[in-house]
């Protein structure tokens, strides 16, 4: 009996300093996540504008200038797969690599994954098939030190490979993040551009014609790309801060769960310690009624 309350109390001990490090974990997530938060807090409102303009325009362009637009039998299709660099974060990576997968499974196209993450490069890169064309060994790396510079260079990566017609399509599959508790696995389109669906109802069913200033070159050539830009740094921001929510929400369940293992512990510890007392008062009674006999 002695040696079940010696691992009784191993087993407390463990779970204390196990609880100890999410508790201090949850508490770096949401100090990080304070942060990215207001990143993409900021970033947001503007990208989806800018996305909404460059819709119209490149819808506005012609065929032969919009060169961002254009139309293609897919054939090869990129899959751009942001995760994090680090687990502990729940389904958070998982639940891209899933979303990838199963794109990859439907066919229909031959799919290249491009990995921004350590997690994704892990998941992907043996199986040679999905390696991407024309970028740098390094690109997963991107989490190293995240800024505007890094995705600029992806993105004009990207840009390079839809022109030259390597791809005819790229999709960027991201957790989009929606609060501290909740982060959203999504696949959106990025090449080739698509106008934006119109209704009857509301400002989204006005047409709205642009007056190009300089000219209809000159978008093409400088802001549509810019605005691809922007679009990628969105996406990875939303992952960034959708990585730091999911740790926090990871840590605060670990640590409660670790809480209920403790108390369930600790009632077997007095459990077993009240039945070793008891076992003994009988074995010193036993002893007693012996020596008197």
């Known amino acids: 009996m002695a040696g079940g309350l010696k691992e009784v109390r191993e087993r407390i001990t463990s779970v204390q300093n196990t609880m100890q490090i999410t508790s201090a974990m949850k508490m770096v997530a949401a100090a990080k996540l304070r942060r990215a938060q207001d990143a993409i807090t900021r970033m947001r409102p503007y990208a989806e504008k800018l996305q ?20 293609r039998d897919v054939k090869r299709v990129l899959l751009v797969a942001i995760t994090s660099n680090r687990g ?9 690599i899933k979303l990838v997968n199963n794109a990859i499974k439907q066919g229909g196209a031959e799919y290249h994954v491009l990995a921004l993450g ?57 957790n989009k993040f929606v609060n501290a508790a909740v982060q959203e696995p999504t696949m959106e389109d990025y090449l080739p551009l698509e106008p934006l669906e119109t209704s009857d109802e509301g400002p989204s069913g ?21 605005s ?45 310690r009240q039945a070793a007392i008891t076992t003994e008062i009988l074995e010193i009674v036993a002893g007693s009624e012996a020596l008197d006999a």
Not at 52 to 71: C, F
Not at 206 to 226: K, L, S
């Open 52 to 71: 909404a303009v460059l819709s119209n325009v490149s819808a506005s362009l012609d065929s032969g200038e919009g060169v961002y637009s254009e139309k």
């Open 88 to 96: 502990l974060c729940g389904g958070f990576n998982n639940n891209i």
């Open 118 to 174: 350590k997690k994704s490069n892990d998941a992907f890169k043996k199986d040679s098939s999905l390696a991407p064309q024309g970028f740098g060994e390094d690109t997963w790396k991107i989490f190293d030190d995240l800024n505007f510079d890094a995705a600029q260079e992806v993105a004009e990566a990207i840009m390079e490979q839809f022109r030259a017609g390597t791809y005819d399509e790229v999709k960027i599959v991201y």
């Open 206 to 226: 006005v047409d709205i014609e642009y007056i190009f200033e300089p000219n209809q070159t000159e978008i093409v050539e400088r802001i549509i790309p810019n």
């Open 228 to 272: 691809l830009k922007v679009q990628l740094y969105k996406g990875l921001l939303d992952s960034h801060a959708a990585e730091h929510g999911a740790r926090m929400t990871a840590m605060h369940q670990a640590t409660e769960n670790g809480g209920e293992l403790l108390r369930e512990l600790r009632i077997s510890y007095n459990k077993a």
